[in-house]
């Protein structure tokens, strides 16, 4: 059986109170890069640590002329069929051709794709899943129950067939979103003509369209902009009678079924959950999806309302706040210290908001997500074109690599995946550009630094909370100096959780002995879940995970891993003290 050794003098179990060997480490590192740059696939990273950090080196090999395999699962194309697939960009192929230095094979940065017609098949969830998809997500906005459960029936089907890979699941709900009725044909919106919104139900013609929401005519005000679907088409509110709201098209285009409707600079006066969200969610528990994402949300008592219920149901669910509304931003600290992770809904954020203030916000909730360690998802418009192009835009592209440099969890697409024509080519599209634009960043901005655990240790409010996240952080640094990926054995998942916020330079390898765990963890940044029983005994346990990991070709034999043992839940320990071991994989 395979097993990892520790290296000895690396005093491989760190104790609160231990100092470590520093003899010991100076030979060991030495041992390290000599046993590293033996087995042939190393170089020194651009911007080395003191003692010249190791990185894998990615062998980038082109097939026929086309795409570029990139080893990898949930984090990467996996099947001949993806890699040797016509939709590999050309310029990509060649970029990453000279790519020749990258910190990691896999990518770290998640993919949430939005599921509808283009991709409800058996089909097209097993591409999108092998593809790079990370999270399916399921927009209550669109279709009925049973058009929802046949996905999540079918992403349960892939995670027990596949094989190592795992897509979690994530239930949008409608909100209290203010949408233009169904339309049997798009209607052309000229600009300068009169159009009409009426709160009248089922109604379709040349100059008026039903809204639905009945209060629509209440909170519009003669001289007010509506924006339909972000801004797409806009209107000037002229005049109001009972049932309806009289309009000047400003900007023209073709108006479709159930479109966004905003008024700039307002949110609708409607409950934050609405009679049909508790219904969905409702549906979400009886299904047992990982995450709800909330939209509209406008403080955070909506969000202990709906964990209060998740509570009473026994629901471990995860909730994701959708930052969409001007109201939302007031409340930005209360609302994400209140929930599991947020989301920043760029479509109707804005809309309702000034457009340019759009990028400031994104950064701006990013990085309150990250000081929280709280999971984040930039949404909305990242590969628009290519809903109907088959390459995007450079802006698009350029788009994507912010968002992960600013050091979002996952990236979301939306139409691309739901109703495009080339879903699996926009997966394949953020995959490769997340994947490049992780290749470029250095470890060396990125060590971990502590300041709420040090805040509480000067105030004397140290807990087991704290202690986890010294852990991390101190696990975070070696495997980041040493160059070694990290393995983490969880059974809530809070410790690979903590890890991914500290964002180590390679994959964090998550065991858990729960499915669910391993569902949610998808979402995280650099993890890759595995789900492992776990036995009494923890060498044994250990061996199989060094085994599993080498079947797959993860690790190879020599190589060195960060082994973390820790977390709130004690594993195979009497007493809640944390382990951190640098082991060597043997054979
Ligand atoms: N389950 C579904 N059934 C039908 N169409 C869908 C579904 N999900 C998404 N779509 C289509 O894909 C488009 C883009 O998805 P998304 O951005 O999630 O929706 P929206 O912007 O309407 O909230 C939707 O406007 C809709 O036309
Ligand atoms: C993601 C968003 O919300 P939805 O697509 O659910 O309207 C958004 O507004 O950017």
């Known amino acids: 059986m395979a097993t990892a ?39 020194r990273a651009p911007q080395p640590a003191r003692w010249g950090l190791v990185v894998r080196s990615l062998k980038a090999t082109e097939r026929s002329g086309r795409a570029v395999d990139v080893v990898g699962t949930s984090n990467g194309p996996v099947s001949s069929e993806i890699s040797n697939s016509s939709f590999a960009l050309p310029s990509t192929e060649h970029s990453l051709e000279e790519t020749r230095v990258v910190s990691n094979p896999r990518r770290k940065t998640k993919i949430v794709c939005t599921i509808g017609p283009s991709t409800n098949t058996r089909e097209m969830i097993w591409k999108l899943a092998e593809a790079g998809m990370n999270v399916a997500r399921l927009n209550m906005s669109h279709g009925d129950h049973e058009s929802h459960q046949k996905i999540i029936d079918l992403v349960k089907e892939y995670n027990a067939q596949s094989k190592g890979n795992v897509i979690a699941i994530m239930l949008d709900t409608k909100g209290p979103e203010v949408r233009s009725g169904d339309v049997p044909q798009p209607i052309l919106l000229k600009e300068g003509q009169e159009f009409n919104f009426t709160i009248k139900r089922g109604v379709s013609s040349e100059d008026t369209v039903s809204v639905n929401y009945d209060d629509f005519v209440n909170d519009v005000e003669v001289g007010d902009i509506l924006l339909v679907d972000g801004g797409m088409m806009s209107l000037a509110v002229r005049s109001k009678t009972v049932d309806t709201v009289k309009c000047e098209v400003i900007d023209g285009g073709e108006l479709k079924s159930r479109r966004h409707l905003n008024v700039r600079g ?36 909506v969000v202990h309302e709906l964990k209060d219920y998740l509570k009473r149901c026994n629901a471990d669910i995860h909730v994701i706040v959708k930052i969409e509304s001007a109201d939302s931003i007031q409340n930005l600290h209360s609302i994400i210290s209140a929930s599991d992770g947020a989301m920043v809904a760029r479509g109707d954020l804005g809309a309702e908001l000034p457009i340019e203030e759009v990028p400031l916000l994104q950064e701006e909730i990013i990085n309150r997500c990250r000081s929280m360690e709280k999971p984040v998802i930039v949404a909305t418009n ?114 690979a959780i903590l890890l991914s916020h500290y964002r180590p330079s390679s994959t964090i390898f998550a065991f858990t002995n729960e499915e669910r765990i391993k569902q949610r963890l998808a979402l995280y940044h650099g993890v890759l879940p595995i789900h492992m029983q776990f036995s009494n005994d923890a060498e044994e346990t250990f061996s199989r995970a060094i085994k599993y990991l080498l079947d797959r070709k993860y690790l190879e034999k020599e190589e060195y891993v ?6 709130i839940h004690s594993i195979w320990r009497q007493e809640s003290t944390h382990h951190i071991q640098v082991r060597k994989v043997q054979g």
């Open 266 to 301: 307002k949110s609708a006066t409607l409950p934050s959950i609405t009679e049909k969200d508790w219904e969905d969610i409702k549906f979400g528990v009886d299904h047992k999806v990982d995450f709800y994402a909330v939209s509209f949300v406008k403080d955070a008592k």
């Open 5 to 43: 050794t520790e290296i000895g003098s690396l005093a491989a179990r760190i104790r609160p109170s231990s100092g470590g060997d520093q003899a010991g480490l100076a030979s060991s590192r030495r041992s390290l890069d000599r046993s590293l740059l033996r087995a042939g696939t190393v170089c």
């Open 562 to 567: 960060t082994l973390v043992q820790s977390g």
């Open 382 to 495: 990242m590969l628009e074109s290519m809903i109907n192009h088959p390459t995007p835009t450079r802006a698009e592209v350029s788009d994507i690599a912010i968002a992960v440099r600013e050091g979002a969890d996952a990236i979301m697409l939306s139409g691309e995946t739901a109703h495009g024509k080339y879903p699996l080519k926009a997966v394949k599209v953020m995959h490769t550009v997340a994947w490049r634009t992780e290749s470029t960043q250095s470890t060396s901005n990125n060590q971990p630094v502590l300041p709420s655990a040090v805040q509480a240790a000067i105030c004397g409010e140290f807990s087991q909370r704290h202690m986890s996240a010294m852990f991390a952080a101190h696990a975070t640094t070696m495997a980041n100096t040493l160059g070694t990926p990290i393995i983490v054995f969880t059974q809530t998942g809070s410790m």
